[in-house]
């Protein structure tokens, strides 16, 4: 099993920065991929940023150039950080961890981007 703790949401204003966190405990060694996703109200779950175990890294278009995602391994860790974001981007921000034979989510933390 594995456990996923997210924290850093809250309130941010246009063109802020904000950097979110993914604690993870348990059977963290069978984890060979971390990604965010998040959901607005009223849409689908989308994924936003993945990286895998090697370092390499994805991201959806909406994204790209603004959010950057990486991890510390010392830390069992993953962040987004969140660079000139827009209010399109509120949401709930999700953790998830892919493992050997199952995914984990975390419990989401929400993002809002207004001024």
């Known amino acids: 099993q594995v456990q996923l703790v997210e924290s850093g949401g809250g309130l941010v204003q246009p063109g802020g920065s904000l950097r979110l966190s993914c604690a993870a405990s348990g059977s963290i060694f069978s984890i060979y991929a971390s990604r965010w996703y998040r959901q607005a109200p009223g849409k689908q779950r989308e994924l936003v940023a993945a990286i895998t175990s090697g370092g390499s890294t994805n991201y959806a278009d909406s994204v790209k150039g603004r959010f950057t995602i990486s991890r510390d391994n010392a830390k069992n860790t993953v962040y987004l950080q969140m660079n000139s974001p827009k209010p399109e981007d509120t949401a709930v921000y999700y953790c998830?961890?892919?493992?050997?034979?199952?995914?984990?989510w975390g419990q989401g933390t929400q993002v809002t981007v207004s001024s």
């Open positions: 998830n961890a892919q493992g050997l034979f199952r995914s984990y």
